[in-house]
Each structure stands twice: as C-alpha cells, then as structure tokens.
C-alpha cells in the first residue's frame, strides 16, 4: 500500500529565516513516499480485488509545488480517513492507496501521467488540479484507457468540453464577477485597476472581471498584468497601477506573491478596496503579511468560515498532519470532500474498475456521504455536464475591523 507522509526539513526551514517572504513561502514541506506490497491495485467487487488506485498528476515540484501540496494532502486527509472507516464495495472489503506523480504544471507530462495510471495503476480515477493539464488529459481518458477526471479547476472551459468521464469540483470562476464588481465599487469606487496575473487563467479572470465591471458603468484602467511567477519587485507595477488613481484594485495569482502586492499598495498610500481572484486565499495570504494590510478586500470564503458539520474536527486533522503553521485552504478541504464523493459512488456502483459506473453513480452518493467529509461548502447536486454543486455558494468581505462577512453567489451556467 502506498503510504505518504510529511517531512518537514528542519534545516530548509531554518535556512528559510530572514529570507524574502516569496523565498521564504516556498520552502515547502517535502514528501516521503514509501511503496510496499499492494493487493490487486486497481482490483473491484467485480473483479475479486482489494485495494484500488486513486491516482493523482500535480505540481509537486518546482513553483507550484506549494499548490500542488496542499491538494495532495487533502487527497491523503480522506483517503486516510476512508480505509479507517472501512469500504466495502460489491461485498469486498476494499483499500484506497494514493498514488502521486509530479506534472511541473505541464500539461503534456499531466497527460503521460494520466495514462501510466490508468494503465500500469489501474487508477479508474485521475486528480488533477490545472486547467491546461485538464484539458490534455481529456483528450486520452475516454479512448484506449477510460478513467475518470477529478478536475480541480474553476475553468467553465472544463465542462464545456463535453467529457463525460469528467468530474468538476469548485464553483465557476465567471459567477465571482458580479457579487465582486457590486462589492467592489460599494467598498470601493467606480475605477479599477487591473494588476492581475499574466497566466492563462489569470487573463480568463482578468476578461470576466473587466466585461461585469463595465456593464455595471464602471472605468477600467489599463491592464497592468504581471508574472506572479518570475517578478519579485512589485514596486514598480504597483507604483504603475495606482498612477490611474483606482478605488480597486483587481489582483489575484498565488497567494504569496498576491499578498506582497496588496502589502506594496498599502504602502504608497493606496486605500481603496482589492478584488482578490479564487487562487489567492485570504487567511493563506496573512501569514505572508499583516491582516491589515488584506482589508476592505472581496475574496473567497476561507474555510474556516465555513459551517459544514465536519469542518472543525478536519481543520484540526489538517494542522496535525501539516503543521500548526500552515493554513488549510480551499485546494485541500474540496479534494478531501471530493474523494469522499469518489469512494462512496463506487459503493454505489459495485465497481472500481468502470469509471463510467463510478461516474454515473455519483448524483446518488452525494446524499449517501457521511457528513464528517462535508466541510466545506459540500455539493448537494451534479449537473448533467459533470459539476458538483454548492446551492449555498457565498464569498467573503473582509471589512476594516479584520472580520468576515459572507456574500451570496448567484451560480452562472457552464455554457459557453
């Protein structure tokens, strides 16, 4: 079984100290996975098995490795969980094991991982947490190989590939930009800026956030975008930016370097509001700066705001396996609840080995998941395209006196 525990070298930390805080940020946690003796991976009721493969394709290294940590995490969270709770599918008592590649964030080797844990692993289902490796891997998973797509990914773009073996987990991204436009300019004013990320999904954000801004007879000021990745001095785009005199500011890429920007804008005097895009997370971002500097900012919910009947005991998992010092983000509560889902549609089914059954059988599992996995805003529905659905979405506004208040989310279509 496969088995996957956090390491923290004590000496990467302690050399992290007095560095920059991006420097600092991404000293992560490093992973000790240790193969033993597996039964039948990949085997189901059907086929006399008892274990079975989830497998996973992520950024475990290089900028995005934080990123990719924290969905993994939630992915071994549950499944830790699930095989101590015992799962029996079509009789047979059955063993989760997570099985994790490193992709870089690129999409093309997310694919070729894909399809070697689909093919070597047996994996009926497929993680992955990056739109453009989404999208590769959409390609292949309903040919030669069938498995089923896991996708951590807001990008509508998902659902509209018409991929029936694709499972979308959080909100839409473009349902955001009306509660934050009407947020922002309530808090705010009337002109934004946009100092948003350069990636791909930075500018699909960067367009939605732009196209409801201007319905609602806002003023847009130039597009300042910037490398979250690459650009370590925000003095000067920021500097650039709050030249057009916004009242908000449009920023949003990981939360490290997002929150060095929001910290640099205080600085030279800027008082308006921020509209923080879902990749950065706001009680994520306050370990990299003060509370203060994130305020009067529209962003999404943190999960420990959440109500869920299982969040409290799974925010107190999460520090014990992470670290007091890290903060549970949305990345690791939703593949936690989503792998949930996963194990409990193959009860369900009978199988873990058809992904087609395993997909087809998740509308009724929603109903039937034990609620210590539901923690964070869990999904009562799935549409017919593939996307687990939160009726209740919310974001949050973070006023002045550094308290929460939650906003209602009217969901938008998936259709292009």
Same mark, same amino acid.
């Given at each position: 079984?496969? &088995? ?5 070298? =004590? ?5 992290? =100290? ?11 946690? @490093? ?16 086929? *006399? ?14 900028? *995005? ?15 830790? $969980? ?33 399809? &070697?844990?689909?093919?070597?692993? =047996? ?12 999208? +590769?891997?959409?390609? #292949?998973?309903?040919?030669?190989? !069938? ?16 991929? +029936? ?15 934050? @436009? ?11 800026? /946009? ?19 201007? !319905? ?6 130039? %597009? ?17 930016? /709050? ?14 370097? @997002? ?6 804008? &205080? ?15 706001? $009680? ?31 925010? !107190? ?46 509308? %009724? +599992?929603?109903?039937?998941?034990? %609620?210590?996995? !539901? ?6 529905? #799935? ?12 974001? @949050?506004?973070?006023?002045? $006196? ?7 989310? $009217?969901?938008?279509? %998936?259709?292009?």
């Amino acid at each position: 079984m496969l &088995r996957l525990t956090f390491q923290r070298r =004590k000496d990467d930390l302690n050399s992290a =100290k007095g560095q920059p805080p991006v420097l600092a940020a991404a000293v992560i946690s @490093t992973f000790a996975l240790t193969l033993g003796a597996c039964g039948g991976g990949g085997g189901s009721g059907d086929s *006399g098995g008892d274990s079975v493969v989830i497998g996973y394709t992520g950024p475990l290294s290089g900028g *995005g490795a934080a990123y990719g940590e924290n969905v993994q995490t939630g992915l071994q969270m549950a499944v830790d $969980d699930l095989n101590e709770d015992g799962l029996e599918v079509d009789g047979k008592k059955i063993t989760i094991e997570l099985k994790s590649l490193d992709d870089k964030y690129a999409p093309s080797t997310a694919a070729s991982n894909a399809q &070697r844990l689909a093919d070597q692993d =047996k994996a009926p289902v497929v993680v992955s947490p990056n739109a453009g490796a989404i999208k +590769a891997i959409q390609q #292949i998973n309903d040919g030669r190989s !069938k498995f089923m797509i896991s996708a951590y990914t807001s990008d509508p773009a998902i659902m509209q590939a018409g991929n +029936a073996l694709t499972m979308m987990i959080p909100p839409n991204f473009e349902s955001y930009a009306k509660p934050y @436009t009407e947020q922002g300019m309530k808090h705010g004013g009337k002109k934004l800026a /946009l100092l948003g990320t350069e990636s791909e999904y930075g500018q699909q954000w960067t367009k939605a956030i732009t196209d409801e801004w201007k !319905k609602a007879d806002g003023e847009i000021g130039a %597009d300042n975008s910037i490398n979250y990745a690459t650009v370590s001095d925000f003095a000067g785009p920021v500097s650039k930016a /709050l030249a057009e005199k916004p009242d908000t500011i449009f920023v949003g890429g990981p939360s490290q370097p @997002t929150a060095l920007i929001m910290e640099q804008a &205080r600085k030279q005097g800027f008082e308006g509001s921020f509209l923080v895009m879902d990749q950065a997370k706001l $009680d994520e971002m306050a370990t990299v700066t003060k509370l203060k500097n994130l305020t009067n900012s529209i962003g999404v919910l943190p999960v420990k705001e959440y109500d869920d009947p299982g969040n409290k005991d799974f925010l !107190k998992k999460y520090a014990e396996a992470a670290g007091e010092d890290k903060v549970a983000t949305s990345e690791t509560a939703l593949n936690y609840q989503s792998m949930a889902v996963i194990a409990k549609a193959m009860e369900v089914a009978g199988t873990t080995s058809d992904p087609e059954k395993i997909r087809a059988a998740v509308p %009724d +599992a929603l109903s039937k998941v034990d %609620d210590k996995y !539901k923690v964070n805003g869990f999904p009562t529905t #799935i549409t017919d395209q593939g996307h687990l659905m939160n009726p209740e979405l919310e974001v @949050t506004y973070l006023n002045e $006196d550094e308290k929460y208040t939650k906003v209602p989310v $009217d969901q938008v279509s %998936d259709a292009k």
